[in-house]
C-alpha cells in the first residue's frame, strides 16, 4: 500500500487482516508510511506492518529497492497491491521478486487522471496477473479506457462492518457535545477536508441556501480533518453559518454520530466507491449524494437516498429541504437503504469475495 492513516482502502485491508483465514494466510502489510492507531490494528489482527520509507516520486528507486528486499526475504504466494503507489510497487517488485501471483487494485475515480496517468497505469496494470474494481464504474475504467481484458478484471464490492447500533445515552451525549437540539435538522458528512475532492464547501453553500429559505435550525456536522479545515471555517464566517457548523475533528470510530444525523451528505467531486455512504445506510440513513464514480452503484436515486450533480448546491438544498418536510421518506429511504447495505456490502461478503478470487488465482498457478 501506500500511506495508513484512516482511508477506506486501510479500512477494506484491515478487514482482510482480521477475518481470512489464519489457518490458511499468513499476512504482511508493506507501505510507505502509517500514522494513528490503525497500524496496531493490524497488529492485532496478526498482520505485521513493515515500513519501506516514504515515496517521493512514482520511481523512486529507494522504495522498490526496501520493497524487493521484504518480498525476497518473505517469498509471499501472492502479493496485493492497492491504491496507484502501491499498485506500483507490487506490479513492478513482485514482478521482480517472481511472485507467482500479482494482483493490483484499482480504488480511485480516475475520471481526472491525465493522459500520462491512463497510459502508465495501464503499464503497470499488465504487469499484474489481476486486476480488482472496487466498483462497476471502475470495473469500466479498467476495460473500457485501459483496454485489459475482461477475464483479467474482476469486481469486488467494497464492504464495510456494521456497528451495533448506539444507545439512547450515547445519542444524549452526542447531541450535548455538538449543542444539537431535538428540533434540529442535522445534516452529516464524514471524511477528509480535502475540498478539491471532497466538496464541503458545497455542503457550507448549501446550508447558507437552506437558512435563507428559511430552515434556520439546520446544522451540518463534518466529521473529518484535514488541510483544508481552516479555509472552509473561514468560509462558513464568510457565509453567516459558522454556529451552525460543527467540525467534530477526526475520530476514529464515527459510527455513534451516525445516530445524531437525519440525512447524510457526500458532496464529492470524485469518488470510486464512497465507504462512508454503506456505514450510513447500515445507520438506517436516507443519503444525498453527488453522481459520480462509483455512487451510482451504491445509492438507488430515489429509493435509498437522493442523486444530484456534483457542484451543485442548489440542487443539495431543494433535495434537502424536501426531505427535511416529509419524515416518512426519510425514515422509508433509510429502512431500504440499511436492507441494500446488508445484502450487498457487509464486511462479511467482501472477505469472501477477495478469498475466493486468492484461491482462483492459486489454483491457476498451482499454489496449494
Known sequence: MFRVGSGGVEQRRLLIARKLDPDRYEQKLICTDAWGGLPERFVDAGCEVIHIGQIRHIADVRVYRNALRCIK???????????????????????????????G???????????????L??????????????????????????????DKVSLINNGVDEHSPSDAQEDQRMLERFNFRSQDFVIGTVGRLVDEHKRVSDLIRTLALLHAAGMRSTRL??????????????????LGVRESVHFAGYIANPQPLYAVMDVFALASAAEA???VLVEAMFAGLPVIATRVGGIPGVVEDGRTGVLVPAFSPERFAEELLRLAMDETVRREMGARGQQRAQTLFSADRYVADVDCLYQRLSARVGLP
Open 73 to 103: 526475504q518473505w517469498q509471499p504466494d501472492i502479493i496485493h497491491g492497492a491504491v496507484y503507489e502501491g499498485v506500483a510497487i507490487a506490479a513492478v517488485a513482485g514482478r521482480l521478486s517472481r511472485v507467482p501471483v500479482v494482483i
Open 105 to 119: 487494485e484499482e480504488t480511485s475515480d480516475p475520471q481526472n487522471r491525465r493522459w500520462s496517468g491512463h497510459l
Open 121 to 150: 497505469f495501464r503499464l503497470l496494470s499488465g504487469l499484474t496477473h489481476h486486476m480488482v474494481a472496487v466498483s462497476p464504474a471502475v470495473q469500466e475504467y479498467l476495460r473500457d479506457t485501459l483496454r485489459l481484458p475482461s
Open 221 to 238: 456536522l463534518l466529521v473529518g480533518d484535514g488541510p483544508d479545515r481552516k479555509m472552509l471555517e473561514n468560509f462558513a464566517v464568510s
Open 273 to 275: 466507491f464512497g465507504l
